[in-house]
């Protein structure tokens, strides 16, 4: 069973602002009052985004001196949240008394959410509280209209379907969260903690929720979005053209390949290769082996000191200007940036 940590604080001035995020403060707010925060939970819900939020909001890191969140778990009765048996503190109807009220991911994106979950969540925000989804929780705020012509994202492997669902939805798959001002939604699972950090940030300042960010061993704020950590797909027949050619091609990254060299390796046509590429990778061959390049290129980042000329050369893109150009543009970040975000999770802690 999950107890709440009762504590009251008062809000200080915020700070925002960051790369691959979408913040539009389109409905002007202060953080003054912003003491309750209020977990919504029913059964269908996934354990780890509620237990992520509860370990941000729940309890203030050591050396903290402001008075910190009062949370709240609600839910019309107790659930079964995977493997474990929540009892909630208030009923849903307790929602539009909170201040921030988090939605978190949603287990199934092909079943619609229990109709009193959206309606408790569409009555908090029409009664001005904050509204933050994580993960597959967006489809629970799609559900209530708090989305539509609204700008939001959630977990990459279902931006489309929340699309699709919800066409009024402006779906962004790259960033990690988006800041609406008085709605928010993040990206998947370890985006969900992103957002977190965001709204400690925007209450408390960025010096808190660094703090808590140390407690929790986490960057205080990642770089970069969803592309960054999106695996390639590969053909998963043996006879396929593409079993061989594609680790084929990915052991050769480091030389000047061409649709004409795939082809032929392939032992198709260009325009036959083509079509299978888009059939399996949904992209072009070109554009597939300038994704590989990419990710090779964060893995020398992330795993070498080598510099970024021998990294362009190693990947094929020629110079350190061509790598950095593409790099940022599919990434989101400089090379220079991305070293540093993925190097720090090795560092010591602070004291």
């Not at 998947?188 to 977190?196: F, I, S």
């Not at 940030?201 to 960010?213: E, I, K, Q, T, Y």
């Not at 940022?328 to 540093?340: A, H």
Request: hydrophobic share 40%.
């Amino acid at each position: 069973m999950i107890r709440r940590i009762r504590l009251t604080r008062r809000d200080h001035p915020g700070e925002s602002g960051y790369t691959a995020v979408s913040v539009r403060n389109d409905v002007p707010r202060t953080v003054s009052d912003m003491t309750t925060v209020a977990l919504a939970v029913t059964e269908g819900m996934l354990h780890f985004e509620l237990s992520l939020a509860y370990e941000v909001f729940g309890s203030a890191p050591a050396g903290v001196t402001v008075p910190w969140y009062d949370v709240e778990v609600c839910g019309s009765d107790a659930v079964r949240i995977g493997r474990f048996r929540l009892e909630p503190d208030q009923g849903l109807d307790r929602l539009r008394h909170a201040d921030t009220v988090i939605v978190p991911g949603w287990a199934d994106v092909d079943v619609d959410p229990p109709a009193e979950l959206v309606d408790a969540v569409r009555a908090a925000h029409e009664a001005g509280r904050r509204v933050a989804s994580l993960c597959t929780g967006a489809f629970v705020l799609a559900a209530a209209g708090l989305l539509d012509g609204r700008r939001a994202t959630t977990h990459w492997a279902h931006t489309e379907a929340l699309a699709g669902l919800h066409p009024r939805v402006e779906v962004d798959p790259d960033v990690l969260y988006v800041d609406n001002g008085s709605v928010l939604t993040s990206a998947g699972k370890a985006a969900a903690m992103d957002l977190c950090l965001h709204l400690v940030r925007l209450d408390h300042g960025s010096s808190v929720a660094n703090a808590v960010a140390r407690r929790l061993v986490v960057p205080p704020h990642r770089a970069g979005g969803q592309a960054q950590f999106v695996a390639a797909p590969v053909p998963t027949r043996d006879d396929h053209p593409l079993a061989v050619l594609l680790p084929w091609a990915i052991e050769r990254l480091d030389q000047p390949l061409t649709v004409e060299d795939l082809a032929r390796q392939a032992g198709v046509s260009s325009r036959h290769l083509g079509r299978h590429f888009r059939a399996v990778t949904g992209t072009t061959p070109l554009r597939w082996l300038l994704t590989q390049r990419i990710r090779r290129a964060q893995e020398l980042l992330e795993t070498t000191d080598d510099t970024v000329d021998v990294i362009a050369t190693a990947t094929g893109m020629g110079t350190a200007t061509t790598l950095r150009r593409h790099f940022n543009r599919t990434v989101g970040v400089p090379p220079d940036s991305y070293r540093r975000t993925f190097r720090s999770r090795h560092a010591a802690p602070e004291r």
